[in-house]
């Protein structure tokens, strides 16, 4: 019972389908996480009892090579006691032949029992085979599943980091992206511009204001220019009127 019990634990471990797992979980880094540490505890514990069973394989298999030797040397026993019995009986020594006959047949009877058993443990041993040869291949099995479950998480992992570092640069060109208009670059560079366009509104307000002064002084030196003129005008005016009294 226990020998099926942790093979029927085996078997349902090493069949697990790991990607149908990770798609159920709410969270596979955890389910990960968790699955390798039952494996890896399922593995350790399947181990010990597999070697058990092929500890319990190989006591069988000493106890059947001992029935064997057993077996043979009893008959070999058997073949000397009754060649034995043979040469007194040559000789005329019935009853020395009897006796040796007699331990004859106790040696065949301890070989035959030892053949028994033998035969008996046989069965045993093929079957105790099999389990072990099941139980191996299905903890090479969860072995397997054990690397890939490892291999899984170590990718996801991987790709998880990724995934975080891939955000943070994109955060970091957001921070610093001058079109962004939420951007703390951008709203500083409204700042600046409009405190340029702030400065090249006075500056065409002064050339305004510069401008229009030159223009007084144009049209005020004009106008001297006309008094000046007028005045010369009367002047001649009033010589021509001189000269012509004199006359």
Do not use: C
């Not at 951007?183 to 204001?209: C, M, N, P, T, W």
């Amino acid at each position: 019972m226990i020998k099926q019990s942790i093979f029927g634990r085996i078997a349902q471990l090493a069949k697990a389908n790991i990607n149908a797992m990770i798609d159920a979980a709410e969270d596979p880094q955890l389910m990960l996480d968790q699955m390798v540490r039952d494996y890896t505890e399922n593995i350790r514990e399947a181990e010990a009892a597999v070697a058990q069973t092929i500890g319990s394989l190989r006591l069988l298999e000493q106890d059947h090579a001992e029935d064997v030797r057993e077996a043979q040397e009893w008959g070999n026993k058997a073949l000397a006691a009754s060649n034995r019995a043979e040469e007194f009986r040559a000789s005329g020594k019935a009853s020395e032949a009897e006796k040796f006959d007699n331990l004859a047949k106790v040696a065949l009877q301890r070989q035959i029992q030892y053949e028994t058993e033998a035969r008996g443990t046989e069965p045993q041993i093929q079957s105790q085979t099999q389990v072990v040869d099941k139980l191996k291949d299905g903890l090479n099995k969860m072995r397997g599943k054990l690397q890939e479950l490892s291999n899984k998480r170590d990718e996801l992992n991987a790709r998880q980091k990724s995934v975080q570092a891939q955000s943070q640069v994109q955060d970091a060109i957001k921070a610093f992206d001058v079109l962004d208009p939420t951007s703390e670059v951008s709203r500083f560079e409204d700042k600046i511009r409009r405190e340029e366009a702030r400065l090249l509104g006075q500056q065409e307000l002064a050339s305004s204001s510069l401008d229009a002064q030159f223009e007084s002084l144009e049209a005020l030196g004009q106008q001297s220019e006309i008094e000046a003129r007028l005045a010369a005008l009367k002047s001649r005016n009033a010589e021509r009127i001189v000269s012509s009294e004199e006359v």
